[in-house]
């Protein structure tokens, strides 16, 4: 059975870091991507940044890339999301999934993923 767990939310000054976390366990991630997405009140979930378990390729939103960095580590079955210089508007629950292939969408699309987290709340103040 697939877990995937995420920590490392919190409240934040703007301008300040987080570093989150996501614990993968059940299965074997080689073959797999793992990505970070975050859905605001109100809005509708939205792709952050993805990385494949094996090669390590990364992609990013957009709008995040320069200030979000996402990684894994394969010995712990980890997988990272570094978030600096944060904004107000970062204030989301991001959560951590997994897919076993990518579709034809690409790793941005949120049906491609097999299995979700619950979730981490992240607040960014002004």
């Known amino acids: 059975q697939v877990q995937l767990v995420e920590s490392g939310g919190g409240l934040v000054q703007a301008g300040g870091s987080l570093r989150l976390s996501c614990a993968a366990s059940?299965?074997?991630?080689?073959?797999?991507?793992m990505g970070w997405f975050r859905q605001a009140p109100g809005k509708e979930r939205e792709f952050v940044a993805a990385?494949?378990?094996?090669?390590?390729?990364?992609y990013y939103a957009n709008s995040l890339k320069g200030r979000f960095t996402i990684s894994r580590d394969s010995a712990k079955n980890t997988v990272a999301l570094q978030m600096n210089s944060l904004k107000p508007e970062d204030t989301a629950v991001y959560y951590c999934?997994?897919?076993?292939?990518?579709?034809?969408?690409?790793?941005?699309?949120?049906?491609?993923?097999?299995?979700w987290g619950q979730g981490t709340q992240v607040t960014v103040s002004s």
């Open positions: 999934a997994a897919a076993r292939a990518i579709g034809y969408y690409g790793p941005s699309e949120y049906s491609s993923y097999d299995y």
């Open positions: 059940g299965r074997t991630f080689s073959s797999y991507t």
């Open positions: 990385i494949r378990w094996s090669g390590g390729s990364t």
